[in-house]
Protein backbone atom coordinates (compact mmCIF):
# COMPACT_ATOMS: atom_id res chain seq x y z
CA UNK A 1 0.00 0.00 0.00
CA UNK A 2 1.48 3.42 -0.97
CA UNK A 3 2.13 6.40 2.11
CA UNK A 4 -0.52 8.10 0.52
CA UNK A 5 -3.98 5.50 0.53
CA UNK A 6 -2.30 4.56 4.50
CA UNK A 7 -2.79 8.33 5.19
CA UNK A 8 -6.41 8.58 3.47
CA UNK A 9 -7.39 5.27 5.22
CA UNK A 10 -8.99 7.35 7.60
CA UNK A 11 -11.25 9.55 6.01
CA UNK A 12 -12.27 6.86 3.38
CA UNK A 13 -15.56 5.94 5.49
CA UNK A 14 -16.62 9.67 5.64
CA UNK A 15 -15.89 9.36 1.56
CA UNK A 16 -18.17 6.48 1.01
CA UNK A 17 -21.40 6.78 -0.77
CA UNK A 18 -23.51 3.81 1.55
CA UNK A 19 -24.39 6.45 4.20
CA UNK A 20 -28.03 6.50 5.40
CA UNK A 21 -30.59 9.83 6.30
CA UNK A 22 -32.49 9.17 9.17
CA UNK A 23 -36.08 9.22 8.40
CA UNK A 24 -37.83 11.30 11.49
CA UNK A 25 -34.90 14.07 10.15
CA UNK A 26 -36.17 14.03 7.08
CA UNK A 27 -39.52 14.21 8.50
CA UNK A 28 -38.33 16.87 10.73
CA UNK A 29 -36.96 19.24 8.43
CA UNK A 30 -39.96 18.59 5.89
CA UNK A 31 -42.12 19.80 8.16
CA UNK A 32 -40.52 22.24 10.71
CA UNK A 33 -39.05 24.09 7.37
CA UNK A 34 -42.17 25.25 6.04
CA UNK A 35 -43.60 25.80 9.61
CA UNK A 36 -40.76 28.11 10.70
CA UNK A 37 -41.09 29.79 7.47
CA UNK A 38 -44.88 30.44 8.15
CA UNK A 39 -44.01 31.52 11.69
CA UNK A 40 -41.89 34.32 10.80
CA UNK A 41 -44.26 35.39 8.34
CA UNK A 42 -46.76 36.08 10.32
CA UNK A 43 -44.70 37.60 13.83
CA UNK A 44 -43.14 39.68 11.35
CA UNK A 45 -46.70 40.64 9.81
CA UNK A 46 -48.20 41.02 13.35
CA UNK A 47 -45.31 43.45 14.39
CA UNK A 48 -45.60 45.40 10.93
CA UNK A 49 -49.45 45.54 10.84
CA UNK A 50 -49.29 48.30 13.23
CA UNK A 51 -47.15 50.49 11.57
CA UNK A 52 -48.86 50.13 8.11
CA UNK A 53 -52.14 51.09 9.98
CA UNK A 54 -50.67 54.50 11.77
CA UNK A 55 -49.51 55.66 8.14
CA UNK A 56 -52.59 54.56 6.52
CA UNK A 57 -51.62 51.27 4.72
CA UNK A 58 -53.57 48.48 4.53
CA UNK A 59 -52.86 45.80 7.13
CA UNK A 60 -53.17 42.70 5.24
CA UNK A 61 -50.03 44.17 3.04
CA UNK A 62 -47.80 43.47 6.45
CA UNK A 63 -48.59 40.01 5.80
CA UNK A 64 -47.01 39.43 2.11
CA UNK A 65 -43.49 38.74 2.16
CA UNK A 66 -41.46 41.53 -0.16
CA UNK A 67 -44.54 43.37 -0.28
CA UNK A 68 -44.55 44.35 3.43
CA UNK A 69 -40.93 45.54 2.21
CA UNK A 70 -41.82 47.59 -0.65
CA UNK A 71 -44.45 49.86 1.43
CA UNK A 72 -42.17 50.11 4.23
CA UNK A 73 -39.80 51.28 2.20
CA UNK A 74 -42.40 53.61 0.60
CA UNK A 75 -43.65 54.66 4.20
CA UNK A 76 -39.85 55.18 5.18
CA UNK A 77 -39.87 58.02 2.19
CA UNK A 78 -37.48 55.57 0.36
CA UNK A 79 -37.68 54.09 -3.08
CA UNK A 80 -39.32 51.30 -3.53
CA UNK A 81 -36.76 49.81 -6.04
CA UNK A 82 -34.63 49.43 -2.59
CA UNK A 83 -36.12 46.21 -2.35
CA UNK A 84 -33.74 44.87 -4.43
CA UNK A 85 -30.86 45.78 -2.47
CA UNK A 86 -32.12 42.92 0.27
CA UNK A 87 -30.79 40.34 -2.34
CA UNK A 88 -27.20 41.51 -2.73
CA UNK A 89 -25.22 40.41 0.58
CA UNK A 90 -23.50 43.22 2.07
CA UNK A 91 -25.72 45.86 0.00
CA UNK A 92 -28.55 44.60 2.20
CA UNK A 93 -27.06 45.90 5.44
CA UNK A 94 -27.16 49.44 3.60
CA UNK A 95 -30.18 49.28 2.18
CA UNK A 96 -31.47 48.05 6.28
CA UNK A 97 -29.49 50.76 7.52
CA UNK A 98 -31.30 53.07 5.37
CA UNK A 99 -34.46 51.82 6.41
CA UNK A 100 -34.17 52.26 10.14
CA UNK A 101 -32.73 55.45 9.73
CA UNK A 102 -35.74 56.49 8.13
CA UNK A 103 -38.15 54.54 9.91
CA UNK A 104 -37.02 56.24 13.03
CA UNK A 105 -36.93 59.62 11.44
CA UNK A 106 -40.89 59.29 10.12
CA UNK A 107 -41.60 58.18 13.39
CA UNK A 108 -39.91 61.37 15.05
CA UNK A 109 -37.35 59.07 16.30
CA UNK A 110 -33.76 59.60 17.51
CA UNK A 111 -29.94 57.83 16.85
CA UNK A 112 -31.04 55.14 19.59
CA UNK A 113 -34.27 53.99 17.94
CA UNK A 114 -32.26 53.48 15.11
CA UNK A 115 -29.74 51.95 16.12
CA UNK A 116 -32.16 49.54 18.01
CA UNK A 117 -34.42 49.17 14.64
CA UNK A 118 -31.46 47.88 12.81
CA UNK A 119 -30.11 45.57 15.06
CA UNK A 120 -33.81 43.81 16.96
CA UNK A 121 -35.96 44.88 14.23
CA UNK A 122 -39.10 43.07 14.35
CA UNK A 123 -39.23 43.54 18.05
CA UNK A 124 -38.44 47.60 17.31
CA UNK A 125 -41.92 47.44 14.95
CA UNK A 126 -43.76 45.95 17.60
CA UNK A 127 -42.57 49.00 19.77
CA UNK A 128 -43.34 51.24 17.00
CA UNK A 129 -47.11 50.20 16.36
CA UNK A 130 -48.28 49.42 19.64
CA UNK A 131 -46.52 52.07 21.21
CA UNK A 132 -47.34 55.61 21.63
CA UNK A 133 -45.01 56.53 18.50
CA UNK A 134 -47.22 58.18 15.81
CA UNK A 135 -46.49 58.50 11.64
CA UNK A 136 -45.05 61.72 11.00
CA UNK A 137 -45.55 61.63 7.01
CA UNK A 138 -42.59 60.97 4.72
CA UNK A 139 -41.79 64.64 4.92
CA UNK A 140 -40.20 64.19 7.95
CA UNK A 141 -37.48 61.48 6.35
CA UNK A 142 -36.21 64.42 5.08
CA UNK A 143 -34.93 66.00 8.43
CA UNK A 144 -31.90 65.15 10.39
CA UNK A 145 -32.89 61.90 12.31
CA UNK A 146 -33.91 63.58 15.38
CA UNK A 147 -35.21 66.51 14.69
CA UNK A 148 -38.75 65.66 12.97
CA UNK A 149 -41.76 68.22 14.25
CA UNK A 150 -43.83 65.97 16.58
CA UNK A 151 -46.72 66.61 14.67
CA UNK A 152 -48.02 64.51 11.77
CA UNK A 153 -47.53 66.72 8.61
CA UNK A 154 -49.50 64.65 6.28
CA UNK A 155 -50.41 60.90 5.53
CA UNK A 156 -49.02 58.51 3.01
Known amino acids: MTPLL ?11 SNTTTDPAFAAGAAIGGPLGFILTIVITGFALKGIFAKAGRPAWAAFVPIYNYIV ?3 IAGLSAWLVILLFIPLLNLVALVLLA ?5 VF ?9 LF ?3 VIM ?3 LSYGSARYLGREAAQRPLGSAPRTPTGAY
Not at 6 to 16: H, K, V, W
Not at 101 to 105: E, R
Open 6 to 16: LAAGGMLPALS
Open 72 to 74: LFR
Open 101 to 105: INVAK
Open 108 to 116: GKGVGTAIL
Open 119 to 121: LFA
Open 125 to 127: YFV
